[in-house]
């Protein structure tokens, strides 16, 4: 007679070493062994979605994401690794609000099978210690630093965070408890730049811990807002790491998981949702802002992934219904939502967005993040002319489309006050978004003025015009990396501005290679000039290399790599205009193309 089996349950630590669990209570025997804490819960992967489990089973058994069955579990990351030892941190009970700025229930986003709170009520799975050697590489106070980096290296360029709301769900366990994918995201962005080097050693496994937590969300993901800004951190990291495929997958995921509960929309009073799906904003408010913040951070990372390699970008701005970020300052310092008249709404429409601009600009504080958000929107709209399929066509709709972008950048430049473009009129908060902001305008000038050869003369006119106002814009940058360079080398520590900088050395070396006489080029930029200017360049990215590693090497490498081609390919470059400057990173030079090639030729 066939006898049914009982399966017992296995213990949190062993099924997440894939042990053999005894399911002694209260503590298994290798739990009481390692002296580690014993708890039993629901299998992980039980909480999966039928999606996922469809997506995965049909993997090849060697894929990291591969599984055996339905049951087989995911790693739990707070099972393998604590993020900090029990003893400095008191475990909110489960009941207890995590939100406690919250005066009510804030933006509940409810489906068919759940109710989920952006900032949601639900605590996670008790700690296991089950990794003895980690704790003493991580404490609370640790975490903290790392928490402490991110705002003073990272927030500038990546403004996702609200410190006070980071730091007290952090403090208070809850974080931890909530989303270790979070947790896990921001260490390994900020642990290059602790002093610690057991810290530093850690950054890989971290990121990779990430990934994996990343991968098993579902597209209405049980966190939103915490998932997604970990997403931006993950994508980021990656980047930097010069991972580009699972940057690209990162932030195709996280748009369209933005997408599906209308975080795209976040101030349309008809926001666009999956069916099913409903999304209320109520309560407080800077959760709110920084739901906004997480979406134009994923709006920068898919411009500054897809342009420097002639990539379409996934996301299109049109699509977008969002007020553009509040002054930092009052985000982080002020108890009470701003006043609506002092927030520009984003449009696709540029004149009016420009029009919201010169109202806004009469005001103060003027918020220089506003302007560097308008030079990605027009990076984008030079980036899809410049992959137009009539570009080289000269289709006369194109040619009115391009006097079009020129002069929506003359107005953008002179509308903008001397306080977000002058580091001699800015403030010394704002300083590095002075920089990045000229920078960026900079390589809008170069991808839109740099034109392809052609041999009808009006054409050809039209390039050499065109090439040098593209150069007066490489020049520029060359002289304002100087300029920051007197204040501090850190203004330039920004990980979005190399692929600019490096357009614009582009540009540089193919006029310096182009120029046979000694004292001056084409346009009586002299050859020692410009051999200084890419000087500059160069020792930029060792700086940016320094900081950041992974892809800025990169950068110096392909710069020194062309900056030692044959004058023959240097004029194709320049004769194919501003494509001619994009390149798949799977084309890159590599160390073994530029041996012997390290300085500047003569």
Aim: aromatic letters at 8%; charged letters at 20%.
């Amino acid at each position: 007679m066939a006898t049914s089996l009982r399966h017992k349950p296995v213990c949190t630590a062993c099924r997440a070493r894939k042990k053999k669990c005894d399911s002694e209570r209260p503590a298994c025997s290798s739990c009481r062994k390692r002296r580690v804490q014993c708890t039993y819960g629901p299998n992980p992967a039980s909480i999966a979605s039928g999606m996922l489990w469809d997506q995965v089973q049909g993997m090849p058994t060697d894929h990291p994401f591969a599984l055996d069955s339905p049951d087989t579990n995911f790693p739990s990351l707070l099972d393998t690794v604590p993020l900090f030892s029990l003893g400095s941190v008191e475990l909110a009970p489960p009941a207890q609000s995590l939100n406690p700025w919250d005066t009510g229930q804030f933006d509940l986003l409810s489906s068919t099978s759940s109710s989920l709170a952006l900032l949601s009520d639900t605590t996670g799975s008790s700690l296991d210690l089950s990794d003895p050697g980690f704790d003493s590489i991580l404490s609370l106070t640790k975490v903290l630093d790392l928490v402490d980096l991110f705002f003073d290296r990272v927030q500038c360029f990546l403004p996702l965070f609200h410190r006070r709301i980071l730091t007290h769900s952090i403090t208070t366990g809850d974080l931890r408890q909530r989303s270790p994918l979070l947790l896990y995201s921001l260490m390994a962005l900020t642990a290059r730049a602790h002093p610690d080097l057991d810290i530093r050693a850690a950054q890989g496994r971290w990121q990779s811990k990430a990934k994996d937590l990343f991968e098993t969300t579902s597209h209405v993901p049980d966190h939103p807002l915490e998932t997604l800004q970990a997403a931006v951190c993950i994508a980021t990291q990656a980047l930097l790491a010069s991972d580009h495929s699972t940057a690209l997958f990162v932030v195709g995921k996280a748009w369209r998981q933005a997408v599906a509960i209308g975080l795209h929309q976040f101030d349309s009073p008809s926001r666009m949702v999956l069916p099913g799906v409903t999304l209320s904003c109520s309560g407080d408010w800077r959760v709110g802002e920084m739901c906004r913040r997480m979406v134009w951070c994923l709006y920068i990372l898919d411009r500054e992934m897809c342009f420097p390699a002639g990539l379409a970008f996934a996301i299109d701005d049109r699509q977008l219904r969002l007020k553009l970020p509040m002054v930092e300052d009052v985000f982080q310092v002020s108890e009470n939502a701003p006043n609506d008249a002092e927030t520009i709404q984003y449009s696709s429409n540029m004149n009016k967005l420009l029009s919201s601009f010169r109202t806004q600009a009469r005001q103060k504080p003027r918020n220089p993040v506003h302007y560097v958000l308008l030079a990605y929107t027009l990076l984008g709209r030079v980036i899809e002319h410049l992959f137009s399929p009539e570009y080289d066509q000269g289709d006369s709709e194109l040619h009115s489309e391009c006097l079009d972008l020129q002069n929506d950048i003359s107005r953008v430049r002179l509308m903008m006050p001397r306080s977000v473009t002058d580091l001699a009129a800015a403030s010394h908060a704002d300083f590095k978004h002075v920089v990045w902001l000229r920078i960026m305008m900079n390589v809008n000038n170069v991808f839109l003025y740099h034109r392809p050869s052609r041999t009808d003369c009006d054409t050809e006119n039209l390039s050499s015009e065109g090439w040098q106002n593209s150069l007066a814009a490489a020049r520029d940058t060359a002289q304002l990396v100087r300029e920051a360079s007197r204040v501090s080398t850190d203004l330039l520590m920004n990980p979005w501005v190399a692929a600019p900088i490096f357009t614009c050395a582009r540009i540089l070396a193919i006029e310096y290679l182009s120029s046979s006489s000694p004292n001056s080029g084409e346009s009586g930029y002299g050859k020692t000039a410009m051999r200084a200017d890419l000087e500059v360049m160069l020792l930029i990215f060792d700086r940016l290399d320094e900081a950041f590693g992974g892809v800025m090497h990169k950068f110096r490498i392909g710069l020194l790599y062309h900056l030692h081609q044959g004058q023959a390919s240097v004029q194709d470059v320049k004769a194919n205009g501003s494509r001619g400057l994009l390149l798949s990173c799977g084309k890159w030079p590599t160390v073994k193309d530029i041996e012997g090639a390290e300085g500047i030729p003569d």
